[in-house]
């Protein structure tokens, strides 16, 4: 029995510690990863199935890279970067991208993007085959939590809808799935750690400051309904607010 040949990944990233930890997490995820620090090392390592680039590289802009490797190769490029900026999405898909990720970002949603992308390379002219969605009993619908009250504001997990007095608040999934790990014991103090692991993935790359701006927005966006205290250093409690 032949063995199909593994996917080959070039991964472009002067951190050593996020390339480390990508190596060797997505060799369990059946992927051949080579690993560069610079843009200079790109043309060295042309034959792979697929590009990881950061744009933070220590000798080139990685939009530069991303060019470069267009006009010789249409190998497909995932973008990671700490750049959250609109204006490097958009030059970076302008530019050849295939798709663009920022840090920080879980393993399994980065390989999630990856299969995406092989298949469309794969199989570009066929339609996408249809999704199987999984029907629950209704004693796995009625597992799921009633909305929860504190104080002016109510979530409602099933729905995915935050009310504050009764109005919609209007929350990015990252933001609602913040929201609800804060929630599920109000009061207490929950680590960044555990804050990143359960909103983003037990195994995320990149800095924990993003956590910062989410809770900064949750702040803005529920006003003086609840309250988001920071332990510096440690992490974040939800209290109920005025």
Known sequence: ???????????????????AGLVKGLSRYGFEVEAVATGAAVPEHPDHDIV?????????????????????????IIVITARGDETD??????????DYLAKPFGLRELVARMRAVLRRVAAPSQPSAPVAVA?????????V????????MTIDRRARRVLVDGDEVALSPREHDLLVALASDPGALITRETLMSDVWDREWFGSTRTLNVHVGTLRRKLGDAVRIEAVRGVGYRLARGA
């Open 135 to 143: 029907v629950g009993a209704p004693d796995e619908a009625a597992a």
């Open 89 to 98: 999405r958009v030059v970076g898909l302008e530019l050849g991208a295939d």
């Open 145 to 152: 939590p009633d909305p929860q009250v504190l104080g002016r």
């Open 52 to 76: 990881l680039l950061d744009l933070g590289l220590p000798d080139v802009d990685g939009l530069d890279v991303c060019r470069a490797l267009r006009t010789r190769s249409a190998v497909p």
């Open 1 to 19: 029995m032949t063995t199909a040949p593994l996917t080959r990944v070039l991964l472009v990233e002067d951190d050593r510690s996020i390339a």
